[in-house]
Structures are given as C-alpha cells and as structure tokens.
C-alpha cells in the first residue's frame, strides 16, 4: 500500500512537473511571438532598459573589479607552485571573459533584477493591476513581459562586456600594485592572448542569461499565488530558478563554444 | 445591454456561478447584492473575459462577446477594482489617461483630460502628478474612478467601490458613481455587500447567493421584496436561509 501510494505521489509530481515545462514553454514561445507582433510599447522597453542595465552597472562593476583582482591573486599564488607566476594576465583575461565575466553578471543580474521583476509583475497580479491592464485593452505580455525580456536580452551582453573588461582591469589593478606586474606588458599579454571567440562566447552567454533571468521573473511574478506569501514566493522562486537555469546555460554554452 | 445566459463557472469541486440569467438595460445602473465569496466580483471577470466561463452566453448589445474584436470590445467597459488597481509606477495622471496615451494621444491633451477627469471626482490638479502610493485610500478610490469613467465607457463596472472606506468617503463614492452614470449614460453594474450604496447608486437590484440570482427587482422593491434572502441580507440578521460561519 505504502509503496502504491509513493508511486502514485511520484507519477502525481512527475506529471505536474511535465505540465509545468509545457506551460513554461508556450509561455516562452508566446513571448517570443510577441516580439514581432505590434504594438510595441517603446516606452516600457526603454524604462526596462534603463533598470536593468544602466541601474545595474555599478553592481556589476564592482562585482567584477572585485573578481579580476582576487583572480590575479589566486592565479598568481597557484602558480608559484610550478614557476608558473608569469601566466596571470592570460588567466586572468581567459578566466573573466570566457566564464566569470557572463556567470557572475548573470547571477547578479539574478539577484537584481529578476527579483525584482518578480515581486513588481506578482504585486501587480495580487491587487489587481494584471487585470487592470486587461480592461484597458493591454495586452500584460506585450507591456509587461516583452519589454522586460527584450532589455535582458539587449542589455545582459552589454553589461557582460563591460564586466569582462572592468574584471581584466581588476586583475591588472591588483597585479601591477601588488604582484610587481608592468603595466604595458601585462595589458599586451592580455590583448594578445584573448581571441574572437573568447569575447563572441562571453556576449552570446550575456543574452542567454539576460533572457532567461528576465524571463523566470515575468513567468513566477505572472503565476504568484496570492497575498504577501505568493509575493515571497514568487520572487524566492523566480531567483532560485534563474540563477540554476543561467549555471545550466552556461554549461551548455560552455560546451558549444569550445568542446571541439 | 448587457444579457447573461446559463452563466456557469466552477473552481475545481466549488461552483461559484450555477446558471446565472441576466439582464442589464442600456442606461440602467444595477447592483448585484451578495455576502462575501459569492461570486459576485467572477461575475464582473466573467462578462470582461479576465476569467473564462464553463457554460452560458454573454451578449453584449446583442452581440455574443466571444465573436466580438477584443479590443473594440473592452473599449466600451470602464471598471472601478476593489483596490482601485492603480498602476504604480505611473503618475496618476497617467493613470487616468492610460487608455488616452495608448491611443496615442498627444501627452499634453491626454494630460489635460485626465486632469478634467480627475476634477470630475474632486481631486485637485496637483495630485495629477503624484504617484498613488502618495494618495490615501480615498483619493485612490477616485482617482481609479476618473480612470475607468476617463474615456466615456459605455459600460462601468464597480466592483465593491466603498468597501474600506468611511462613512463619509464612502458617501462622496456613492455619490461621485451615480452622477457618474447619470451624466455619462452609461450601464453600470455595481457589486457590493453595502445597503447604502445599494440605496444611492441601484435602479435594480439583484441578490446572489449559492451561485445563483435569487432576488432581482427595483430597488424601491427591496425593502418588501418578501424574499427570505433578501431579508435577512438587506437587515444583517445572523439567522435565516443564508448560512453564516461562527
């Protein structure tokens, strides 16, 4: 009995689990197809682009500084182990640009913005303001979600870019200071070490995770239950989600990018 | 107007509209009366399309809504929301000139008619740019009454328009929505659980109880409607055919 009724629980959770992805889905695809459905509404856009990247800039700069200095530390001191000291610049340039630069802007950009959108679209829901919209002929997907998804979209890779070269400068910052780098060589090394490839990958990891912590955002905010309770939750869940789906992504990508 | 046809609408094993039949005129204002979790606001959400009905018709100046462009279709409804539902990362003014803006109305025209608007429900124009975390519940309550009465609706819904406020507010509510109806000629449908506003805003009256409509009439009919329902509702006595929790 006791077994018939776990897997009964089981197939019970699988089968939601299932019908979760399939609404998750169509609701990425109806996003999708607003983005080239009009009416658009470019004040909204530019007001998403403005909270969630320009808003975002000093996070990410400082998250990045941060990063590419303990960076050069850490590489500097792993590789005077092996006589390998010499390598930080390459390291540190490989190691932002390739995976810190776009997972850390991402996560940040987790934290920041996709909590917010969250809690902002489910308070919405909560008192009304989603059907609201509704009466006043507004489309919620169309002025609510595509605005948010595309600034992700758009701006994430921006900021990615500026994470990339703030976290290098970090790493130079700490290793001409402190590690007894010389400037110019050390900036040589980095650019010449760096290739195409290296800065395509980490912008195209920067409008994947832009578009997907955007959009986990808009999809708890729009299905948060209701009172302060279904707020906490939403927005819990949309961070938790947007930060595993942008690690998941990264791997993937990752993959992609530089398997061969 | 407004005609509803075997109206059924369950959530999962709860049946919260069981065969509604209604009829609003053109002009008419009606208050749907009822206690709380009756239904009363799905009815309003189910004749918007904001929730999708299980059976029934909804014709709107005999047209079936569901054949009707969507847009074009909610033009012609305002609606006043429980909490007002004001957006809040806009302006008030804003608020009241949303449908104005989307149109694509110049900003300054739009501007001044919601401020026009918002003169029409008492509010002074410096509140215009006041966002509505700034407004206490009251001048919320109107500022969501000049947006939905904002582009001359043919139709306005006011889902529990006094509720949460005092007497007195509640007063200039009731007062503001009939005038409202009366200057606009519009078909309002009121919900509430409030006598007096039953009294200041209603030309009829219905009562909604276990899912369906037990009592519809004149409003001067509801004081000798004779209906045990609408009796012990319209007096608030504990005892009586409408069951109440302790």
Not at chain 1, 56 to 70: C, K, N, Q, R, Y
Not at chain 1, 116 to 133: H, N
């Amino acid at each position: 009995m006791i077994l018939l009724s776990a897997i009964g629980r089981l197939g019970a959770w699988t089968l939601a689990l299932l019908a979760g992805i399939g609404r998750f889905a169509a609701f990425t695809l109806e996003t999708l197809s607003h983005a080239v459905r009009p009416p658009f509404h470019g004040r909204e856009i530019a007001l998403a682009l403005l909270q969630m990247g320009w808003l975002s800039l000093p996070v990410v700069g400082l998250t990045a500084l941060f990063t590419g200095g303990a960076l050069a530390l850490q590489i500097y001191a792993g590789g005077n182990r092996f006589g390998a000291e010499a390598v930080v610049p390459q390291i540190v340039a490989i190691g932002m640009v390739r995976e810190l630069g776009p997972v850390l802007v991402g996560l940040m950009i987790a934290a920041r913005v996709t909590s917010s959108v969250a809690a902002e679209i489910a308070t919405m829901k909560v008192t009304e303001q989603i059907d609201a919209l509704v009466t006043l002929s507004t489309h919620p997907m169309k002025y609510l979600v595509l605005p948010r998804v595309l600034a992700g979209l758009v701006s994430v890779p921006v900021l990615v870019g500026i994470g990339d070269i703030i976290g290098v400068m970090g790493g130079w910052l700490v290793a001409t200071e402190r590690l007894g780098f010389v400037s110019t060589s050390y900036l040589h090394n980095t650019i010449n070490f760096l290739e195409p490839l290296d800065i395509i990958s980490s912008l195209a990891k920067g409008a994947v995770f832009g578009f997907l912590a955007a959009l986990m955002g808009c999809w708890f905010g729009l299905n948060s239950g209701r009172g302060a309770m279904g707020v906490g939750r939403a927005t819990k869940g949309a961070v938790v989600a947007a930060s595993v789906a942008i690690l998941a992504a990264n791997l993937v990508l990752t993959e992609a990018f530089f398997s061969a | 107007m407004i005609e509803l046809r075997g109206l059924r609408k369950s959530f999962g094993p709860n049946t919260v509209l069981d065969g509604i039949d209604l009829d609003v005129a053109r002009g008419k204002s009606l208050v749907v009366i009822g206690g709380s979790g009756t239904g009363k606001s799905v009815l309003l959400k189910c004749i918007l399309g904001l929730v999708a009905p299980d059976a029934g018709t909804i014709r709107l100046g005999g047209q079936d809504v569901t054949r009707l462009p969507r847009d074009a279709f909610l033009s012609r409804f305002g609606m006043l929301f429980q909490g007002g539902a004001l957006f809040d990362s806009l302006p008030v003014w804003q608020n009241v000139a949303f449908r104005h803006l989307k149109a694509r109305m110049p900003r300054a025209e739009a501007r001044a008619r919601a401020i026009d608007a918002l003169a029409r429900v008492g509010l002074p124009e410096r509140t215009a740019d006041l966002y509505p975390a700034e407004l206490s519940g009251g001048m919320q309550k109107r500022a969501a009454l000049a947006r939905a009465i904002a582009a001359s609706p043919e139709v306005v819904f006011f889902d529990e328009p006094t509720a949460g406020l005092d007497p007195i507010m509640a007063g200039v509510i009731n007062r503001l929505i009939r005038e409202a109806v009366t200057d606009l000629g519009a078909t309002a449908v009121t919900i509430t659980h409030d006598m007096t506003t039953v009294h200041t805003v209603a030309d009829r009256v219905a009562l909604l109880h276990g899912g369906k409509l037990r009592w519809m009439g004149p409003t001067a009919d509801l004081d000798h409607s004779g209906d045990p329902f609408v009796e012990q509702f319209i007096h608030g006595r504990p005892d009586g055919p409408i069951a109440t929790l302790r």
